[in-house]
């Protein structure tokens, strides 16, 4: 059977003799016209008036925001721009007064064929493209908040523009609930301290911070507190199925444009299991996903909504770009050749407090609670000493992996990245 590894995908050779279970992601077909689609919604939006309505109430706009995803994220933002441009033209805004504003949050700057692919069609001539940097003081503004000790620092493009749009995706995210909505501002536009406040030890170890929960989740609820301050006139967000195609757009109101699509997600994405399984094959689901070893903690994470207590995850990720371009500190604490539970612990305690923490302390809950084998173009030398352990091979990783668990054990795979998530029946 594929994996989605990289871009092109890696063969697995099932042994007939092994125990596996297979969960594919449940069918979810594309919108035949996806464009078209994007046009409709923002015609007709959500809980809010229509584009053309809050453009012509604004009289003069001199100054556009439209904020996408970065080149990590899998969403096909060149449609939703191309959608969206011809709608803001038919409003009589010129693309001179655009801005696309990359949401980085703590990642890299996107370079320029990375930039080349959010945009599509579009030139770099026509719209002025704008890397967000979290730690450059400069680009940012700070608003007065009452609430926490803590600034708000924000972009300060997007929050002195005169129109501002959000653009991204939903879909079950291993911290943060769900992608989208709020996120597209706190983590996406915010300043390194404003992040970091968000991504707190305390508020990554809470029991409802993890893929597909959202009430009760401190890190959603601190972002949306962060984005009302900040203010959105108008999102777009969408969701995609695992060959990153658009099979639901909603526009509008961004509290509801959000709802909408979580509860879409959630009818779809979730699969319950009767019991945890020894051994659990997963992914990224390819790239970009999986560009790099920072990003492949959040299969990890899908693996460990499925693996009982010292059982093996088996990490399938091509980590193209090494550990992590930019992700120094990660990289930092990964060859730290420490115990994981002492790294866990430390940044409970706050003797551990940098940019990446959050990465590293979900890592280090896993291998607390169970092995895992990395299988991905990085060299064994590469994958740091806390713990994780290297694979050639996925069908290696399963042989290594049956040696402690016995001939028998189940094993499950989910070959699609977050697509489809195992969901505990208790």
């Known amino acids: 059977m594929k994996l989605d590894y990289g871009k092109n995908g890696i063969q697995l050779e099932i042994d007939p003799n092994w125990n596996t279970k297979i969960i594919h992601p449940v069918e979810q077909f594309p919108i035949e016209n996806p464009i078209k689609a994007i046009r409709d919604a923002i015609k007709n939006p959500l809980a809010s008036l229509s584009l053309k309505a809050i453009i012509k109430n604004r009289k003069k706009i001199k100054s556009v925001c439209i904020v996408v995803s970065d080149a990590t994220r899998p969403v096909p933002t060149h449609l939703i721009l191309e959608g969206l441009l011809k709608e803001l033209n038919d409003y009589g805004i010129q693309e001179k007064y655009i801005s696309v504003l990359i949401a980085t949050g703590l990642h890299r700057p996107s370079h320029k064929e990375e930039i080349n692919r959010i945009l599509g069609a579009i030139s770099t001539s026509d719209v002025k493209i704008i890397n967000h940097i979290a730690a450059d003081k400069k680009s940012l503004v700070s608003l007065h908040n009452s609430v926490h000790e803590y600034p708000i620092y924000i972009n300060k493009y997007y929050y002195e523009s005169d129109l501002k749009i959000l653009t991204g995706y939903v879909e079950p995210h291993f911290f943060f609930g769900f992608s989208g909505g ?171 407090v940098v940019p990446d923490q959050w990465e590293i302390q979900v890592l280090t809950r896993i291998l607390m609670k169970s092995e895992i084998y990395l299988v991905s173009s990085m060299k064994e030398k590469e994958i740091g000493n806390i713990g994780l352990k290297y694979a050639d091979t996925v069908e290696n990783a399963i042989k290594n992996s049956l040696i402690k668990h016995g001939s028998n054990a189940n094993i499950l795979i989910l070959p699609n990245g977050p697509q489809i998530l195992p969901l505990m029946n208790i």
């Open 182 to 352: 709020y996120k597209s501002i706190v983590p996406g536009l915010a300043g390194t301290e404003t992040i970091l406040a968000n991504h707190s030890a305390e508020n990554i170890a809470s029991p409802y911070a993890r893929f597909g929960i959202y009430e009760n989740n401190p890190l959603p609820e601190h972002s949306s507190r962060q984005a009302k301050i900040v203010g959105v006139d108008f999102t777009i967000n969408v969701c995609i199925n695992k060959n990153h195609e658009i099979t639901q757009v909603a526009a509008g109101d961004l509290e509801l444009v959000h709802k909408g699509l979580v509860d879409y997600q959630n009818k779809h994405i979730f699969k319950e299991i009767q019991k945890p399984f020894d051994i659990v094959v997963c992914g990224n689901g390819g790239y970009p996903l999986d560009l790099n070893l920072y990003q492949a903690v959040k299969s990890m994470a899908i693996g460990e909504m499925g693996v009982k207590r010292g059982g093996t995850i088996i990490s399938v990720n091509e980590c193209s770009e090494g550990v992590g371009l930019g992700q120094d500190k990660f990289k930092e604490l990964i060859f730290s050749d420490k115990d994981p539970e002492e790294i866990y612990h430390k940044i409970l305690k706050k003797e551990i």
